[in-house]
């Protein structure tokens, strides 16, 4: 029988036929380079490979289901406040790991103040794409960085990722093109739909549109306040951790990031920006 070689294009998304976290992985998640970065890292700093993490505001747990995959010795602890998410991670990301990586990994339906004792003595802990600028003060930025420290292993690293630039506090809407596979694609849309420069609290909210019918309004909103790396540095350091380091990404030469993160002390005045903020203990 001759077979085709022209890939089967699949029905575009639509928001009927769509499902949000789907599109939310698509859209803003690495999970291949975010532990590629963390692992190397690790490696780097402790002469030793990493194998305990802990994945705070986990949302689906993509990290940490990427993270036990890569190798038989790696355990990963996974938490999140809001237990459909969870289930459907459970669903959709633990139920594709093969059997053995599965025993290796445990979602916790659990605030990230008390990661609890499956949540101690860690190598590592990651809270990315920006989830832990839910805490509103410096007292309960300093609280969370506090229980991380006391939750790490004796040289444990924690890795967060961070943007900055004087867009951060701008109010705007970008979009952008993301193909899905299959010959589908949708548009992300993110929107900082507020910011008061007194509280320093913004409220962000993540729309998708398609090329059919309505677009998903508001599948996703957040209310943080903008933190700068100083602010976040200096509470660092009084929660009790050693050394902050700033990785920050590389031009591409358009008006774009090349996707390699490298330590600075020093960086440029960039529209915006994002960067690895890692702490040592
Ligand atoms: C922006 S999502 C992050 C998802 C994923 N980590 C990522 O990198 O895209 C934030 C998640 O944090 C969770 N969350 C918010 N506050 C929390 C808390 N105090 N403890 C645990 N999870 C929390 C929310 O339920 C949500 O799933």
Request: proline content about 5%; some cysteine; hydrophobic content about 35%.
């Amino acid at each position: 029988m001759p077979t085709s070689k022209r890939r089967k294009r699949l029905p575009q998304l639509t928001r009927k036929n769509s499902d949000k976290f789907f599109l939310y992985i698509q859209s803003v998640q690495s999970p291949d380079h975010e532990i590629d970065f963390v692992t190397t890292q690790f490696k780097k700093l402790r002469k030793r490979p990493l194998r305990r993490v802990r994945e705070d505001f986990c949302g689906t747990a993509i990290s940490a289901c990427e993270f036990v995959k890569r190798h038989p010795e790696n355990h990963a602890v996974a938490l999140d406040l809001h237990k459909p998410t969870l289930a459907w991670g459970h669903r959709n990301n633990v139920a594709k790991l093969d059997p053995a990586a599965q025993q290796r990994i445990k979602l916790l339906a659990r605030n990230v103040l008390s990661p609890g004792k499956e949540g101690t003595r860690v190598d590592a802990v990651l809270a990315m794409n920006f989830s832990y600028w839910i805490f509103m003060t410096r007292e309960a930025m300093l609280a969370y960085f506090r229980t991380v420290y006391q939750t790490l292993g004796p040289d444990g690293i924690l890795f967060m990722d961070t943007h900055g630039g004087y867009e951060a506090t701008k109010v705007m809407e970008e979009r952008r093109k993301v193909y899905a596979g299959g010959g589908r694609w949708f548009k992300y849309v993110w929107e900082q739909s507020s910011f008061d420069p007194i509280s320093g609290r913004c409220e962000c909210r993540i729309h998708f549109e398609f090329e059919k019918g309505p677009a998903w309004k508001d599948a996703f909103k957040y209310a943080w306040r903008v933190w700068s790396l100083p602010e976040l540095r200096e509470i660092l350091a009084e929660a009790g951790f050693k050394r902050s380091t700033v990785y920050l990404e590389g031009d591409n030469g358009k008006g774009g990031g090349d996707g390699v993160f490298r330590p600075k002390t020093v960086g440029d005045p960039d529209a915006s920006f994002i960067a690895y903020l890692v702490a040592e203990k």
